[in-house]
RNA sequence: CGGGAAGUGGCGCAGCUUGGUAGCGCACCUGGUUUGGGACCAGGGGGCCGCGGGUUCGAAUCCCGCCUUCCCGACCA
């Protein structure tokens, strides 16, 4: 356990906590302009194994990666009008260039729906060239009048989806495989956070999509946040930018469109969906370092020949291992290697190697358990193993704990003061989401009975989750 | 963008009321003793006090403007 005084304690001021895991894990850094931020190498590593698995993921999906342009022209994002209605408010534009006053000023993104159009029309002529199945990686910029570092910054990474179809179904049945085969199958099974899938309220709705689904995840202070989303388009930007092909009956048509993002606030949704008062817990599948061998002592040859080996074995094993460098005292090399969240430490000292042993500990559980030198492979597996699937269990009895099921809106504002209420859809009225706006809720999603993915916030018979959000 | 709070070595803070040229804890460097849950002793280094203007013989301290951060709201991945 860390010391006390090393983070602010998650009960006393979450947000607190929240930003002295940020720091002290070194993570990520404010950047000099307000809303900015600097990735630190170690928040940066976390991301990347994000990337990579949820670049995986989409590459599965049959879409390719690309890249589009940072700057688009300002007449692009005015052709749709509820799209250009949506971002104003958050656009950086670019006035002056080259010392000179533009002609048309210049937007920098704040999403690639517009440009990617604009060369979506160009590509495509016939149904053959369908479906087309388009991603990027990229920075995009939003001006937040509240930033917080990964949550909300007026910069962030992302990777953006967009894909033209020639029919409605195909386009929806795509967006719904991205959201499930690729959002909800990465945020459950790397980073072990569960999800609750659904469709936005109209209100919530991205600005010029027809549908928008979300994957809602639960933090550890009983907020929620949207971890992923994906839209059906309908053919609002086919419209806009004459995205037409001709079928096989000769005839022309406009395309179908999709578009799904997932950004670097999943890191913020990593810290506070797993974190504790010892700071960030990473669940193994995702850690950039799964294990950390950590030699009691430095200078101790047999203990530094046992880490080399272990190391090497480990390695040889592939599992992501670190040689902590034994240099300070062994208490603050634990709690150091604790506040990053690695998932599990290798203790070598010369008392255990004495028996043949090592110590190996949880850090989700804080368990510690001896093991001998030649089993040492098998138990770290192991332990990764179950920890993933503790990790996942644990956040979904932490979830379910604080979801309640009530019958009215005054139950639902009160029962989403810690955590999720959940209501008949049928209840919410454009002046409840107004009262519920008031109190600080908002409808997170639309879920069927049985927790499916409606097609429609018209279908009979739907619940809603209400909650405070990020 | 509205309402609150705050910016002083890397981090956390004191000093400001009653102007006189900066201090503490942690971190850092050197040496030594240490090392099984944030070690100890000794000796060091580092700050034009967020930025710009003003008042004054003199400004961290008083006045004005701006920037940044945090909290609460409206907007959002």
Redesign the pocket.
């Known amino acids: ?7 602010t304690p998650q009960a006393e ?1 979450f ?2 906590w ?2 002295d895991v940020v ?2 894990a070194e993570m990520a850094d ?7 931020m600097v990735i630190r190498p170690y928040g940066y590593a976390i991301w990347e194994r994000m990337v990579a698995e949820v670049d995986q993921r989409i590459k599965k999906t049959g879409a390719q990666n690309a890249y589009f342009p940072l700057f688009i022209p300002q007449s692009y994002l005015a052709r749709e009008a509820e799209h250009i209605e ?1 971002f104003s ?2 656009l950086a534009v670019v006035t002056i260039a080259g010392g000179e006053e533009l002609a048309e000023p210049i937007v920098v993104r704040p ?1 690639s729906e517009t440009v990617i159009g604009e060369y979506m029309a160009k590509w495509v002529q016939s149904h053959r060239d369908l479906p087309l199945l388009l991603n990027q990686w990229a920075n995009v910029v ?1 001006w ?13 990474l ?1 990777q953006e989806g967009h894909t033209a179809h020639a029919s409605a179904e195909d386009a929806s049945s795509y967006a719904l495989r991205i959201h499930t085969e690729v959002y909800n199958d990465f945020l459950t099974s790397i980073l072990a956070v569960p999800t609750l899938l659904g469709i936005k309220p109209p ?2 709705r ?2 010029g999509a027809t549908n ?1 689904m ?1 994957c809602e995840g639960m933090m550890r202070d009983g907020k929620a ?5 994906s839209h059906e388009l309908g053919q609002n930007f086919a419209k806009a930018f004459d995205i037409v092909f001709q079928n096989d009956a000769g005839e022309s048509a406009h395309c179908f469109t999709t578009s799904w ?5 999943m890191v ?1 949704g990593l810290i506070m969906a797993h974190g504790d008062d ?1 700071g960030l817990v990473v669940p193994p599948r995702l850690a950039p370092i799964q294990v950390v061998i950590l030699p ?5 040859e047999a203990v530094d020949a046992a880490c080399a080996q272990l190391a090497a074995t480990l390695e040889a094993n592939e599992v992501r291992v670190t040689l902590d460098k ?11 290697w ?2 990053k969240g690695v998932p599990l ?1 290798l ?8 028996e043949g ?3 190996m ?1 949880r850090r989700d559980t ?1 368990e ?1 358990i001896s093991v001998a030198l030649d089993a040492v492979a098998g138990a770290i597996s192991h332990a990764l193993g179950a920890m993933q699937a503790d990790m996942l269990a644990a956040a979904t009895a932490r979830r379910d704990d604080r979801i309640t099921t009530v019958s009215t809106v005054a139950e639902a504002i009160e029962a989403s003061q810690n955590g999720f209420a959940r209501l008949s859809w049928s209840l919410v009225t454009p002046e409840i989401e107004k009262q519920l ?4 809720l ?1 409808v997170r999603c639309l879920q069927r009975a049985d927790g499916s993915i409606p097609l429609s916030d018209t279908e009979d018979g739907l619940t809603c989750i209400i909650a ?3």
């Open positions: 356990m860390a010391s006390p005084n090393v983070l001021d947000p607190k929240y930003q720091a002290k404010n950047g000099p302009v307000r809303g900015t949506g408010p958050e999403t939003r937040e009048l509240r930033p917080r570092l990964f949550l909300r910054s007026s910069e962030f992302w209100s919530e991205f600005a928008t979300t946040l949207q971890m992923a989303t993002g997932a950004s670097t606030r913020g010892n009691v002592r430095e200078g101790d034994g240099r300070g005292s062994f208490g603050r090399r634990t709690t150091d604790e506040i430490r203790e070598v000292g010369p008392r255990d190697l004495a042993l090592v110590t500990v804080n510690k706006k008031g109190e600080a908002t405070k959000s990020y």
